[in-house]
């Protein structure tokens, strides 16, 4: 379980900190990869960038900005502090958020439906099915905030695997890399690893996760 569970709010507050600062390296790449799309080196090296495809790159592009800013923000929706103390700037970094969100996954979901992925059919259900349940978060999070209904906090916890996902998904190929030199890892992403990999960045956090809420829940 996120530790919303921990009383102590400087444990809390330590491993919004953490995360934090796990998550700024890749965030920042994001935001500045995404800021590329019109800098002539990105468009004439990129496999992301097409020629005349103003949408597809729009909505790649895009999409980076709006991850990265996720990446970096979506741990301070965690914290105690900010809640209990700071509830205005908790329900409105929740709304940037969300919107951050929505914008990543859409971006992310034109750009499959236009041009497909590098690792072809598996990789781009892989990728849409995660950029449809960040979606799903979204509108969850917000629908139950709104109602006051304990769930938020299920769907916002999601909410916070998704958009922490992308950067697990290097991870995974960053450790998988250094133990075993990248067995079953091909360039064009077709290897077994790949294909695996494709969901696992996700759907074991996600299960996990419930796993941990239903144990809560049923003390
Ligand atoms: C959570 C925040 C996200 C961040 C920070 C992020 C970042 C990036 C970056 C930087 C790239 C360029 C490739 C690279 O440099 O590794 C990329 C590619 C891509 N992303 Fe995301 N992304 C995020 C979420 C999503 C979501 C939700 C979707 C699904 C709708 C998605 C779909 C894609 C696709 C389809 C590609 C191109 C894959 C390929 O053919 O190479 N991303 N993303």
Partial sequence: MIPESTKRPVGNSLFVAALILFALPFAYYAVARGM???????????????????????????????????????????SRVLRQRAALLHRTLGYVLVSAAMFTSLGGLIYIVLQGTIGGPVMSIGFALYGILMLLACVQTVRYARLRHPLHRLWAERLVILALASLLYRVHYGVWEILTGGLGSRDDFSGPFDVIQVFAFYLPYLALHGWLWRRRESR
Avoid: C, K, W
């Fill in 36 to 78: 590329m799309l019109n800098d002539p080196g990105e468009q004439a090296l990129s496999r992301l960038f097409h020629g005349g495809a103003a949408l597809s790159n729009t909505a790649v592009y895009g999409h980076m900005i709006a991850g990265g800013l996720i990446t970096a923000l979506a741990p301070l929706q965690l």
